[in-house]
């Protein structure tokens, strides 16, 4: 009989999920999901053909054969398969939110904690609806502690994939103005991120906390908590004593001090390895590992990346962008830059009915920065550009053409915006 159970019996035969035919491994379960763009149950037989061990859809012209399991909810069955599979894997899960930073902190918790566990954790930007079920479905029985990203653009959506996830830890990066058109304004996204702090208030769990943050101190001084930040009541406390441009810092936790020279910039990251050092100390790893870890460590994806090209020196932060992390950006470039500075900055996207204010305010910060090369990009943009001698274009394709005339040479150019408006495209002019 096709059940749950029976198709969970299979995977642990196998161990393989997909839900793209075109990359099907052999003996993988085949899930035929469904998206605005694409329907996956066109390529049921087709994945069985390619030798998947079964496929799960939602079309009962299926009903009778053999390998398929139909369902009311593809995407449903996805979520179930891995809520089994979290519950029946001993790791311990760390679920980490925030507006900005999750990945990079993930990235810092997951190396640390490696020095000492067997680990597993969110891969690329597997962090939602999708992602996490993907990522909960590859833990095994060796697998120690899982570090799992979860991404939202809605209310609900955190408390949805902490359901799922289960997490006995879990950390808020930061609460800042991300996704305001799908969140409802900014209290709508204090309210969603700190849905994860909800959930492991209910069961029992603990979560890490930067006290230097005041709406995270508050929103968790009642739970189970361990801290970390430049306050002195932190348990684990920091200080950053470089910045030049790789971030350097001096450490202590239970009179054991370190100093850790990086190579990530940007002071909005100290934060990041904060959490790190954090987790590594909560976790017992030794703190000679902890440094090895985060010294070690080398951003990449366009995440505040350092680039040196044969014309400019780029500081490459064009993974995404709301209007916290594009403050935070600008501030710091400003800090470290030299006379030779530009600014090429990417709108700001899924801010709804705040947008227009939001890069206004912006615009006004480029100007009280005193920043003179400045090159806009982006219909969002356009609605706040008022000429100050600045360049700005509607798409980058038309930037692209620009440079290909007069690239500029000799600049340190900060290169900020959110992922849909592909500043990346910009790298091979630069």
């Known amino acids: 009989m096709k059940t749950p159970e029976s198709l969970y019996s ?25 998206g605005d763009n694409f329907d996956g ?9 390619n030798g998947a061990a079964a496929a799960v859809s939602d079309r009962t012209e299926f009903s009778e054969h053999p390998q398929v399991w139909v369902v009311d909810d593809t995407l449903r069955a996805l979520q179930q398969l891995a809520r089994m599979h979290r519950k029946a894997m001993p790791a311990k899960v760390i679920g980490i939110t925030g507006s900005n930073g999750k990945t990079t902190t993930k990235e810092l918790i997951a190396a640390v904690l490696s020095k000492k ?3 597993l954790y969110t891969r690329g930007n597997l962090n939602n609806h999708i992602g996490v079920p993907l990522t909960l479905l590859q833990l095994k029985p060796d697998t120690e502690l899982a570090v799992i990203e979860m991404g939202a653009n809605h209310q609900g959506e955190i408390a949805a994939l902490s359901r799922l996830a289960m997490p006995d830890f879990g950390l808020i990066t930061n609460i800042g103005k991300a996704h305001l058109e799908g969140f409802g304004g900014f209290t709508g996204v204090i309210n969603a991120k700190s849905e994860l702090f909800a959930y492991l208030d209910d069961h029992g769990g603990k979560v890490f906390v930067n006290i230097d943050n005041e709406l995270l101190d508050r929103l968790s001084v009642n739970l189970d908590r361990f801290t970390y930040g430049q306050n002195n009541k932190a348990e684990v406390y920091g200080e950053l004593v470089a910045d030049d441009p790789f971030l350097s810092l001096v450490c202590e936790y239970h009179s054991r001090q370190a100093i ?7 002071q909005y990251n100290f934060e990041n390895i904060m959490a790190a050092v954090a987790v ?5 790893v030794d703190t ?41 950006a600008l501030i710091n470039f400003s800090k470290r830059c030299g006379q030779r500075a530009m600014l090429i900055l990417g709108d700001m996207l899924e801010l709804g009915d705040a947008s227009e ?52 040479t000799g600049y ?6 959110s992922r849909g408006i592909r500043l990346e495209k910009l790298l091979p002019f630069l």
């Open 10 to 34: 299979l995977f642990l035969k196998h161990r393989k999920v997909s839900t793209d035919s075109r990359n099907l491994e052999k003996d993988a379960i085949f899930f035929a999901l469904r």
């Open 41 to 49: 149950n066109q390529f049921v037989l087709q994945a069985i053909e």
């Open 117 to 119: 566990y067997e680990v």
């Open 260 to 266: 850790i020279h990086t190579q990530i910039t940007g």
């Open 280 to 284: 590594g100390n909560y976790f017992e």
């Open 288 to 328: 000679h590992a902890i440094v090895e870890a985060i010294e070690n460590y080398l951003p990449a994806n366009h995440r505040s990346q350092i680039i040196e090209t044969e014309r400019n020196q780029l500081l490459m932060d064009a993974y995404n962008a709301n209007p916290t992390s594009m403050e935070a």
């Open 357 to 408: 204010a939001e890069h206004a305010n912006i615009l006004k910060l480029v100007i009280d920065l005193d920043f003179r090369n400045v090159v806009l990009v982006g219909l969002e943009f356009a609605k706040v550009y008022a000429g100050n001698d600045w360049i700005h274009v509607n798409k980058v394709e038309e930037l692209i053409s620009l440079f290909k005339e007069d690239a500029p």
């Open 412 to 417: 340190e150019i900060l290169i900020k915006g």
